[in-house]
C-alpha cells in the first residue's frame, strides 16, 4: 500500500545491483511513493548486474558512476539534477566491498593496500558523495541522506574482518558531516544499522548464514528483511522525519538492546550437549 510519502521528491540511490540489494528494494517502493529516481553504479556492476533492467522498469535514469572517484561523482550529480530538472531531495548510500574478505585475509593479517580499498568503497566514498553535493549544492534544503551500516561497527562479530572498521568510519562520517550540512542547508544525515540481510555482498562474510540465524534467535522481533529496511528507508526520506539526523538507527528486531535470548540460549545449550558426546566432556576446547 502507497501512502505518496516521496511524492514530487526527487532521488539518488548508490548500489541497486539487483533483486536481492536493498537498495534495488528502496528504489521500487520510493517510486510507489511518488519519487523521480536516479540509479548508479559501477560501470562494472552495471555490466554483470541487473541496473539497467530496473531503471527500465521505473523509468529511472541510470548513470554509470564510481562513487570513489570525484570526476566520477560530480558527472553523476550534474547528469542527476539536468534528469530531475533541479535538486535532489535523497540519497542512498549502498555500497560496501572488502577486498580482504572476498581474498580470505585474516583480521590479524590484513593486507593494507587492500585495507585502503575497503575503508575507500565503503566509507570514504560517503564522505566524497557529501563533500562533492555540498560544492555543487547538489542537495535540496531539507533532504535526507541514508548509508546503510551494521552492528559490527561498535561490537565484534567474527568473519566481519576490515568491513567493521569500515562500518564505524561510516557512522563517524553521518555525525560530523551531519553537523555542517544540517547547519548551512538543513541537510540529515543518518545511518540505518540494518539485521544481517541476504545480500550479494553480504553472502561474501565467512559463516553468515549463521550470523543470520542467530541475529533471528536473539531478535525478539526476528531480524529485519531487505523490505522492511527499504519500508524505514522511504520513511527517513520524508517529511516525517525532518528533525532526525546524525543518528545511528538500529533497524534489527531488538538485537541491539538485547544480552542473550531464550531462543539464542536453547540453541547453545544444544551446543554444548553435543559438544560433550563428541569430545568426551571436554566441552571447553
Known sequence: MA???LKGKRGLIFG??????????VAVKAKEEGASIVLTNTPVALRMGKTNELGELLGAKVIPADATSIEDLENLLKESMEFFGGKIDFILHSIGMSPNVRK????SDLDYDLLLKTLDISAVSFHKILQTSRKLDAIENWGSVLALSYIAAQRTFFGYNDMADAKSMLESIARSFGYIYGRERNVRINTISQSPTMTTA???IKG???LLDFGDRMSPLGNASADECADYCIVMFSDLTKK????NLFHDGGFSSMGMSLRAMDQYNKG???GSES???HIYD
Open 3 to 5: 501512502y505518496n510519502l
Open 16 to 25: 541497486a545491483l539487483n533483486e536481492d540489494s536493498i537498495a534495488w528494494k
Open 104 to 107: 580470505g585475509h585474516h583480521y
Open 202 to 204: 553480504g553472502s561474501g
Open 208 to 210: 553468515f548464514e549463521n
Open 244 to 247: 532526525v539526523t546524525m543518528q
Open 272 to 274: 554444548l550437549e553435543h
Open 279 to 281: 569430545h568426551n566432556d
